[in-house]
């Protein structure tokens, strides 16, 4: 059972920054984060191999947002940047996903979330 924990959202201007992390509580594979806005449905962000080599964005956020980890720290992170009012979400990450990793269903380990809010 690997337990998740994000941090480092907030409330930021459109055009600013933040970077959260996940910490995770043992080892783990690839690594998915995904947003829920109110009243919409979960979506994918991004997600990372288990050794870092590989990376994956969702259209609507790249060249904005970069994930990466530090296995180490059993920790992966998502810098945002240039960040838009529609970015505006709770954020959450996901650990080991059984099929494509694009795919909120297939992760069984999940955060508690991180609110994010972009102001215009």
């Known amino acids: 059972q690997v337990q998740l924990r994000e941090s480092g959202g907030g409330l930021v201007q459109a055009g600013g920054s933040l970077r959260l992390s996940c910490a995770a509580s043992g080892r783990t594979f690839t690594m998915g984060w995904f947003r829920q806005a109110l009243g919409k449905e979960r979506e994918f962000v991004a997600a990372?191999?288990?050794?870092?080599?590989?990376?994956y964005y969702a259209d609507s956020v790249k060249g904005r947002f970069t994930i990466s980890r530090d296995n180490a720290k059993n920790t992966v992170y998502l810098q945002m940047n240039s960040l838009k009012p529609e970015d505006t979400a709770v954020y959450f990450c996901?650990?080991?996903?059984?099929?494509?990793?694009?795919?909120?269903?297939?992760?069984?380990?999940w955060g508690q979330g991180t609110q994010v809010t972009v102001s215009s």
């Open positions: 990372i191999s288990g050794s870092g080599e590989r990376t």
């Open positions: 996901a650990a080991d996903p059984l099929g494509n990793s694009r795919d909120p269903y297939v992760y069984d380990y």
